[in-house]
């Protein structure tokens, strides 16, 4: 079997695998060929950025098997040594945040479909809470191990009010900061149409530029959907922004849950060490193997420096 075969087999199995089998099961135990990382925060610590990376075919299917050498990342432009190197699957910490405004009325069903099936492809070591949010945003179930919290809150939710989206991923991120686990994300359900927030958009970026979570967003279609807005918020965080009609909800969330399943995480030294608190922008750019068609990467795109 070539390279190229047992590349895009792996990513098509998995999906295939988890359609048939439920929950996701983690890796067996094999010993890493790199060092073990500490958490996957993008601040430097120790001297050390770790970059979460996941790659996807042209037909957006995670790809996995990826080595070292098939990655290079430039930190403000510069060339770095990549030190360390990891594919172990670790615990996830996800946090649903989900909207349920007047606009979204039509398709509570759906999205309560979606939130089973992220909850219903969980491991044992996962940790979950859950932001509900319409005129003002409320943490519904804390950070938890135990999923089947959400599922009976979820069943009781309804639609009304208008939308407070940035104020909701605000409560959210703090949330997350309670987590000790490498994995962090967030998913957001919503149409987009924020219009009922405290915090600005500015406040709201500047506070996902220092998490260490990935954002996937889900756009629901509506009268108030804001495709932009979701995009960007997903794409500052290094994740992806789906655009789905009701009925596809539970589908993409299958789709993310793999895809967290199977992300990179890629470790340098920074040759720039002044600690000035300062932005640093990340590229992470691929060598695939020979043979493989285009395949695109998808990473946070910078961290702050340590201050003295």
Same mark, same amino acid.
């Given at each position: 079997?070539?390279? @190229? ?27 890493? *060929? ?11 610590? @120790? ?26 990342? %430039?930190? !403000? ?22 909207? !349920? ?33 319409? @005129? ?25 009010? @208008? ?62 959907? !804001? ?36 992300? %990179? ?13 300062? %932005? ?13 068609? *285009? ?7 910078? %961290? ?5």
């Amino acid at each position: 079997m070539t390279l @190229s075969s047992r590349i895009f087999g792996i990513a098509v199995l998995s999906l295939a695998a988890l359609s048939a089998q439920g929950p996701i099961q983690p890796r067996s135990g094999r010993a890493p *060929k790199e060092p073990a990382l500490p958490n996957a925060s993008l601040r430097v610590e @120790s001297n050390l950025v770790l970059v979460p990376v996941t790659v996807n075919d042209e037909l957006n299917h995670p790809v996995t098997g990826l080595e070292k050498e098939n990655f290079r990342i %430039y930190d !403000d432009k510069q060339l770095q040594t990549i030190t360390s190197f990891s594919t172990e699957d670790e615990p996830i910490a996800l946090g649903l945040v989900f909207d !349920d405004s007047g606009s979204m009325k039509g398709t509570l069903p759906q999205g309560r479909r979606a939130v089973a099936q992220f909850l219903g492809l969980a491991n044992p070591e996962d940790e979950f809470f859950l932001v509900e949010f319409d @005129s003002t945003p409320r943490l519904t179930v804390p950070l938890t191990g135990n999923p089947g919290t959400i599922n009976s809150e979820i069943l009781l939710t309804k639609s009304g009010g @208008s939308t407070a989206l940035f104020d909701a991923l605000y409560l959210a991120l703090n949330e997350m900061r309670k987590s000790k686990l490498t994995k962090k994300a967030l998913v957001l359900i919503s149409d987009g149409g924020e219009n009922h927030s405290r915090y600005t958009q500015k406040e709201l970026d500047n506070l996902v530029r220092e998490s260490d979570s990935l954002i996937y967003t889900i756009l629901v279609p509506g009268f108030d959907a !804001d495709p932009g807005l979701m995009s960007r918020i997903a794409e500052m965080t290094g994740a992806h922004s789906y655009f789905a009609g009701a009925n596809e909800l539970p589908d993409i969330a299958l789709k993310i849950c793999v895809e967290l399943r199977n992300r %990179y995480v890629i470790g340098y030294a920074p040759q720039d060490t002044v600690r000035d608190g300062r %932005y640093h922008r990340i590229e992470v750019k691929l060598v695939p193997p020979r043979g493989l068609p *285009k395949l695109r990467a998808h990473w946070r795109v910078g %961290y702050f420096a340590p201050s003295d």
